[in-house]
C-alpha cells in the first residue's frame, strides 16, 4: 500500500500563515477527522527538549502546536499536550518555549509525564516504560521538530516520540544500545510501532542545522509536512535536507525490519513536489556509522579512531554540569575547573552534546576518520 505524505509551504510563524498550511497538510490526507473521532482523548505530542525560547528552533514552535489544538477540538476531540523534556522541568520548558501560553489561550491542558506504565513490545526489546498518558490516549498526534541529531543524524517523527518515555529513564536506553547505533534506532523504530501515532506533522518552517539538536543553527526551510505513517515522513524530510533513507539510522533499520515504507518510489507526495522544495547546502554534524564489519575486539580497541565523539570546548563551557548529570555512563567529570570526558567509557550517545545549554560541546571526527575522509 503506498504511504502519502503531504508538503505545504509556509514562509513564517504568522498565526494565520501557520494555520492554514497546517490545515490543508491535513487535508491533503483527509482532514483531522479521518483520524480522531469525536470524544477522542488526544495526546499532541510537541518536541520539548529544553527550555529555549521559539526562535532558537529547539522545540516545536508554539503557532503549530496551536493550529493542531484549535483542529483536534475542531474535530470534537479533547487536546492534551505534553512531553517529557530531556533536561528541566516540562513546566518550565513549557513556559519558555511558548507552548504553555498557547495551551492556556486555547482551553487545552498540560499532561503529566511523570507517571508510568509498562507496555509490551512485539520485537527485538520486550518491554517500554512510557508515560501513562500517551499509553491511554485514544490518538497520539506527533508534532517533532526537524532538526540535526549528533547520535541518529536526523531528528523528526520516529525519534520525537522517544519523549513519551520518562525523564531519566531514557539514559537507560543509551547505556543498553552503547556504541550500537542501530540497536538505539531499532528501539526507536519499535517504539514508534508500539504507540502507534494516528498522525504526524513535521515543524519543518525554521529548522535547525549543525550542531543540532539542542545548540544548532536555526535554517530557514518553510515547510509544513504531515503524513500517518512516520518512517515515510522521516524519509522525505530527509531527502529534502539532502539525505539518503540510508544515512538515517531510523530509516536504514525501519527498512531492514519492514516497519513503515522506507523506500521512496513507494511513497506518494501530496501538494508541493518534493525536488521544489529540496535544500542543498543543509549543514549536518559530523557523523559515521561506528558499525564497521571488523571484529568486536578490534572495535573496542579503535573506537576512539573510527567514531566521531563530543569535544568540549572549554572556553564556552560554563560548568553547569548538566553534562555529567546527563551522562548515562558517568564518563565526565570536573577537574582541575574543567570538565572532562573520559572517552574510554564514552559511548557516543552524544546526550551531553544535545543537553549541554551553552553550545560547549560539538562533535569531532576520531583520527583514523579524518585520515580517510579528508
Same mark, same amino acid.
Given at each position: 500500500?503506498?504511504?502519502?505524505?503531504?508538503?505545504?509551504?509556509? #514562509?513564517?510563524?504568522?498565526?494565520?500563515?501557520?494555520?492554514?498550511?497546517? /490545515?490543508?497538510?491535513?487535508?491533503?490526507?483527509?482532514?483531522?477527522?479521518?483520524? *480522531?473521532?469525536?470524544?477522542?482523548?488526544?495526546?499532541?505530542?510537541?518536541?520539548?527538549?529544553?527550555?529555549?525560547?521559539?526562535?532558537?528552533?529547539?522545540?516545536?514552535?508554539?503557532?503549530?502546536?496551536?493550529?493542531?489544538?484549535?483542529?483536534?477540538?475542531?474535530?470534537?476531540?479533547?487536546?492534551?499536550?505534553?512531553?517529557?523534556?530531556?533536561?528541566?522541568?516540562?513546566?518550565?520548558?513549557?513556559?519558555?518555549?511558548?507552548?504553555?501560553?498557547?495551551?492556556?489561550?486555547?482551553?487545552?491542558?498540560?499532561?503529566?509525564?511523570?507517571?508510568?506504565?509498562?507496555?509490551?513490545?512485539?520485537?527485538?526489546?520486550?518491554?517500554?516504560?512510557?508515560?501513562?498518558?500517551?499509553?491511554?490516549?485514544?490518538?497520539? *498526534?506527533?508534532?517533532?521538530?526537524?532538526?540535526?541529531?549528533?547520535?541518529?543524524?536526523?531528528?523528526?517523527?520516529?525519534?520525537?516520540?522517544?519523549?513519551?518515555?520518562?525523564?531519566?529513564?531514557?539514559?537507560?536506553?543509551?547505556?543498553?544500545?552503547?556504541?550500537?547505533?542501530?540497536?538505539?534506532?531499532?528501539? /526507536?523504530?519499535?517504539?514508534?510501532?508500539?504507540?502507534?501515532?494516528?498522525?504526524?506533522?513535521?515543524?519543518?518552517?525554521?529548522?535547525? #542545522?549543525?550542531?543540532?539538536?539542542?545548540?544548532?543553527?536555526?535554517?530557514?526551510?518553510?515547510?509544513?509536512?504531515?503524513?500517518?505513517?512516520?518512517?515515510?515522513?522521516?524519509?522525505?524530510?530527509?531527502?529534502?535536507?539532502?539525505?539518503?533513507?540510508?544515512?538515517?539510522?531510523?530509516?536504514?533499520?525501519?527498512?531492514?525490519?519492514?516497519?513503515?515504507?522506507?523506500?521512496?518510489?513507494?511513497?506518494? *507526495?501530496?501538494?508541493?513536489?518534493?525536488?521544489?522544495?529540496?535544500?542543498?547546502?543543509?549543514?549536518?554534524?559530523?557523523?559515521?556509522?561506528? #558499525?564497521?564489519?571488523?571484529? #568486536?575486539?578490534?572495535?573496542?580497541?579503535?573506537?576512539?579512531?573510527?567514531?566521531?565523539?563530543?569535544?568540549?570546548?572549554?572556553?564556552?563551557?560554563?560548568?553547569?554540569?548538566?553534562?555529567?548529570?546527563?551522562?548515562?555512563?558517568?564518563?565526565?567529570?570536573?577537574?582541575?575547573?574543567?570538565? *572532562?570526558?573520559?572517552?574510554?567509557?564514552?559511548?557516543?550517545?552524544?546526550?551531553?552534546?544535545?543537553?549541554?545549554?551553552?553550545?560547549?560541546?560539538?562533535?569531532?571526527?576520531?583520527?583514523?576518520?579524518?585520515?580517510?575522509?579528508?
Amino acid at each position: 500500500m503506498t504511504s502519502i505524505v503531504s508538503i505545504v509551504r509556509c #514562509e513564517d510563524y504568522k498565526q494565520v500563515r501557520v494555520y492554514e498550511a497546517v /490545515l490543508r497538510a491535513i487535508d491533503l490526507l483527509g482532514g483531522m477527522r479521518a483520524f *480522531i473521532k469525536p470524544g477522542d482523548k488526544v495526546l499532541i505530542k510537541p518536541n520539548m527538549l529544553k527550555a529555549r525560547p521559539p526562535e532558537a528552533a529547539v522545540t516545536t514552535h508554539p503557532e503549530v502546536v496551536r493550529a493542531v489544538i484549535r483542529l483536534v477540538a475542531q474535530a470534537g476531540g479533547v487536546p492534551i499536550v505534553g512531553d517529557s523534556p530531556g533536561i528541566g522541568e516540562m513546566t518550565d520548558v513549557a513556559r519558555r518555549s511558548g507552548i504553555q501560553k498557547v495551551v492556556e489561550e486555547e482551553g487545552a491542558a498540560l499532561a503529566d509525564f511523570t507517571d508510568s506504565i509498562i507496555l509490551k513490545g512485539h520485537g527485538k526489546f520486550k518491554n517500554f516504560e512510557v508515560a501513562r498518558c500517551a499509553a491511554e490516549a485514544n490518538a497520539i *498526534i506527533n508534532l517533532p521538530k526537524l532538526k540535526t541529531h549528533g547520535m541518529m543524524v536526523m531528528t523528526g517523527a520516529v525519534k520525537n516520540l522517544f519523549g513519551c518515555i520518562p525523564g531519566k529513564k531514557k539514559a537507560q536506553w543509551h547505556l543498553n544500545s552503547g556504541i550500537d547505533h542501530s540497536a538505539f534506532a531499532r528501539m /526507536l523504530v519499535e517504539l514508534s510501532v508500539m504507540l502507534k501515532p494516528c498522525l504526524n506533522v513535521v515543524d519543518a518552517v525554521i529548522g535547525m #542545522e549543525g550542531n543540532g539538536p539542542g545548540s544548532g543553527d536555526p535554517r530557514q526551510i518553510g515547510l509544513i509536512l504531515a503524513g500517518q505513517d512516520p518512517v515515510s515522513l522521516d524519509v522525505i524530510s530527509g531527502v529534502i535536507l539532502g539525505l539518503s533513507p540510508l544515512q538515517v539510522p531510523a530509516t536504514r533499520v525501519a527498512g531492514e525490519t519492514g516497519v513503515g515504507e522506507s523506500h521512496l518510489e513507494r511513497i506518494s *507526495i501530496l501538494g508541493e513536489p518534493v525536488n521544489q522544495v529540496k535544500i542543498n547546502d543543509f549543514v549536518f554534524p559530523q557523523h559515521i556509522n561506528t #558499525e564497521w564489519p571488523i571484529p #568486536e575486539w578490534a572495535r573496542r580497541c579503535l573506537k576512539g579512531a573510527l567514531t566521531t565523539r563530543p569535544v568540549i570546548n572549554h572556553d564556552v563551557c560554563i560548568r553547569c554540569g548538566i553534562c555529567q548529570d546527563d551522562c548515562p555512563r558517568s564518563a565526565i567529570v570536573e577537574r582541575n575547573g574543567k570538565m *572532562i570526558i573520559d572517552y574510554r567509557s564514552c559511548i557516543r550517545c552524544f546526550c551531553c552534546q544535545e543537553f549541554c545549554p551553552s553550545g560547549a560541546i560539538h562533535i569531532n571526527k576520531g583520527w583514523m576518520l579524518r585520515l580517510c575522509n579528508g
